[in-house]
């Protein structure tokens, strides 16, 4: 029994591919310098794969991001060197960016507007593409990048499609195989679509190259369609994809290829229940004439290795899997199934981490407790006697940029080198001068600019109960940009207030309102590994409970305005539309039930990079106040969500994209404001940034808040 993997992740065992593009952006590190540092880390990874598996794919490694290296593939842009690259990453001309699928990766999405057949061409010779050398490459497939492309006309859909093909066609036929990402075949398709699919992969089967076939996320719903492809290998997803499995096991598989099992989770960390997955292969060898078994999806969702974590429990660091371990186990369960090693036993996770009281707690909830009494525009007129903010009121997302003294001071406290009370005078000063800051700007609702903060969902995560942190486990999220997702691994609780301190203190220095910032029930659980032994609804309405209770202190303490960002809240949703309605539901009602507090306090939420006009009725549902989203880079455009149903709420487009070094101009922030405005009562307005500003240097963010106040001081007049 052979063994796959793919997808490992990028980012290095010390975050060695962050410092270096990142010392190139800084001009600490040369492009040379850059290149030798990635190439080490993609040698690495190879030498990883190499001790575990038998097959994997090479040349992983992108300078940023696997969806503009295809674009770049595919001729639609020619970066002639990184500094071109990463213009279309980060600056004046970066691309929009939005989430992969339902999982916490952003994407690059190449703007095919206009896009023609003959737009199409061979470019793998193009310096900034790391796979033109390798032996056995991976590519993400023709069909998954015009699918997840911007602005292509649907009426010419399939001539591009058919004229990209034509151009893999020619770039795979160097190569003896491939490996071709089609995670775009398991999305909701109309028949059209299949019969293209068909179409163009009858074109690449005379490339002459053997084509391993991977698929991951869900399963296929075309499956008698996708094992007719002309490819040598199919990989499924047996994780998330149970109908796949059962169509196997019902139907067969092709004798002429190979199916690649996807029995090992690539996006959670628990270890993988070797037993079933040894019992499952073995029901598939009876209808498989030749199969290898794999990782059910990429790992790069991953952190690198857990054997690094030396802080972690031990009771439940023996339940977890990283990278390197998920690749144990895709051997270890070949192993098993030959009868080469016994089948070990999992560790139960009953009882582990349990709390009744939090289980009493959310048992007795009753359907009122997700409804408020007070509907929106009522409210509305209490907030506005209570806050009398101006016409087009000001505000930021949240937090303010961590300078190097900032993120000293906090590894200082964490490693017992300052005492608690010298941390909370620094934070507190540092808290003192943006606040001053943000009233000589003249913004209308302030922050407390979130210094004690590490990550948006790590630092709740350490304040609750029954959910652990790492202190290696980076996972990217986007480019350089990465985070450490935390565990959940037990009952959710709140043993005291989590952020009521600060911005108690913040509110106390001026008069102006004061948000308090929270992370919703649903980001929360995105952007964590999840427990498995309880629903995630169950999950999710303890989180709320203990936001609640926040909610509700910040009342007591006078603060008036309240945010609870759900910037995963599209994210989380289900790839196939008929598994949306169910969790909406549930992903609703949390907020709502975080958010069920006195009337009088104005909830606001912020959404950043996701398709909004798909979940815009769901969106409708969450009964906040104001709501701040992504529009810089679509430039407004996202405003056409809102054109067909009855919004009463009030919104703030983000006019200044956050995510790239570029300082946008009071010309540029009013364009997307006037568009706006053609569908948005002025009375409902705010301006802000498209995300919290935590990534940003402050030059750029003075100089672009000085531009925002100025805009606002345009609309006014």
């Not at 051997?331 to 582990?352: A, D, H, N, Q």
């Not at 929360?524 to 926040?550: F, G, H, M, N, T």
């Not at 009088?600 to 709501?627: A, K, P, W």
Request: hydrophobic letters at 35%; a neutral charge.
């Amino acid at each position: 029994m052979k063994t796959y993997a793919y997808g490992f992740p990028r980012i290095g065992r010390n975050r060695e591919y962050k410092k270096a593009i990142e010392g190139l952006w800084n001009r600490k590190v040369k492009e040379l310098d850059v290149t030798a540092a990635l190439s080490g880390i993609q040698r690495d990874n190879e030498a990883v794969y190499a001790g575990k598996v038998d097959v994997f794919p090479e040349g992983e490694m992108s300078f940023y991001d696997p969806m503009l290296d295809t674009a770049i593939l595919c001729g639609i842009y020619d970066p002639k060197g990184l500094a071109e690259y990463y213009e279309l990453c980060r600056g004046s001309r970066a691309l929009e960016m939005t989430k992969w699928f339902n999982t916490n990766y952003h994407y690059l999405a190449a703007d095919l507007s206009g896009a023609k057949a003959s737009s199409f061409r061979p470019n793998i010779d193009n310096p900034n593409l790391f796979f033109k050398k390798r032996n056995y490459p991976s590519f993400i497939g023709p069909f998954t990048f015009l699918k997840l492309s911007k602005g292509i006309d649907k009426k010419k859909f399939a001539d591009l499609f058919m004229s990209l093909t034509g151009v893999y066609k020619e770039i795979i036929g160097g190569y003896e195989k491939v490996q071709i990402d089609e995670p775009a075949f398991v999305t909701d398709l109309e028949k059209p679509e299949i019969a293209l699919i068909k179409e163009g992969y009858r074109l690449l089967g005379g490339s002459g190259s053997r084509i391993t076939l991977m698929t991951y996320y869900d399963s296929v719903d075309f499956m008698e369609e996708l094992l007719s492809l002309p490819v040598s290998a199919v990989g499924l997803d047996f994780v998330r994809g149970a109908e796949g499995y059962e169509y196997i096991l019902k139907n067969g598989f092709p004798a002429d290829k190979t199916l690649i099992a996807g029995l090992v989770d690539g996006r959670n960390v628990w270890k993988n229940d070797i037993r079933i997955s040894t019992e499952r292969l073995k029901m598939l060898s009876a209808k498989a004439k030749d199969i290898m078994v794999s990782n059910a999806a990429p790992l790069y969702h991953l952190p690198v290795a857990v054997s690094v974590e030396t802080a972690l429990d031990d009771k439940l660091k023996n339940r977890l899997s990283f990278a390197e371990e998920k690749l144990s186990e895709i051997s270890l369960i070949s192993e098993c199934f030959e009868g080469k090693t016994p089948v070990p036993e999992r560790l139960s996770s009953r009882g582990y981490g349990r709390d009744d009281s939090v289980r009493e707690r959310t048992k007795a909830l009753k359907e009122s407790d997700f409804i408020k009494k007070i509907p929106v525009t009522k409210r509305r007129k209490k907030q506005d006697e209570g806050l009398n903010l101006p016409l087009f009121p000001t505000t930021t997302i949240g937090s303010f940029p961590q300078t190097a003294e900032v993120r000293d001071k906090r590894a200082a406290y964490l490693k017992g080198e300052i005492t608690a009370s010298s941390y909370k005078e620094f934070i507190h000063a540092e808290i003192g001068k943006l606040v001053r800051f943000q009233e000589d700007l003249g913004l209308d609702v302030l922050v407390h600019g979130e210094f004690e903060r590490t990550d948006m969902v790590e630092f709740f995560a350490q304040k609750l109960s029954g959910i652990a942190t790492t202190g290696k486990g980076w996972v990217i999220s986007y480019g350089t940009r990465a985070y450490r997702p935390p565990i959940i691994f037990g009952d959710v609780s709140r043993p005291a207030p989590m952020t009521l301190e600060e911005i108690e203190y913040a509110q106390a220095t001026t008069m102006k309102p004061v948000k308090g910032m929270l992370t919703g029930p649903v980001t929360i659980i995105s952007w964590s590994y999840c427990r498995e032994d309880v629903p995630e609804p169950e999950v999710a309405y303890q989180i709320s409970l203990a936001l609640k209770d926040e909610i509700t202190d910040y009342e007591k303490g006078g603060i008036k305005i309240v945010q609870v960002d759900e910037p995963a809240f599209r994210e989380k949703a289900p790839i196939k539309r008929r598994g949306w309605e169910e969790y909406f539901d549930w992903a609703v009602k949390s907020f709502n039930l975080a958010t069920n507090t006195d009337p009088g306090t104005q909830i606001h939420t912020h959404m950043c990079y996701s398709e909004f006009g798909e979940i815009i009725d769901y969106i409708n549902r969450l009964d906040f106040d104001v709501i701040t989203i992504e529009a810089s880079r679509s430039k407004g455009d996202i405003i056409k969500a809102f054109e067909n149903i009855d919004f009463k709420r009030q919104i703030g487009l983000g006019v200044w994209d956050i995510h790239s070094p570029h300082v946008p101009s009071v010309d540029e922030m009013l364009d997307i404001v006037k568009r706006s405005l053609e569908k948005i009562p002025k009375e409902n307005f705010w301006l802000n940034p498209d995300c919290g500003l935590k990534t940003r240097g402050w030059p750029e963010t003075k100089e672009s808040l000085r531009n925002l106040m100025e805009a606002a001081k345009i609309m006014r007049r």
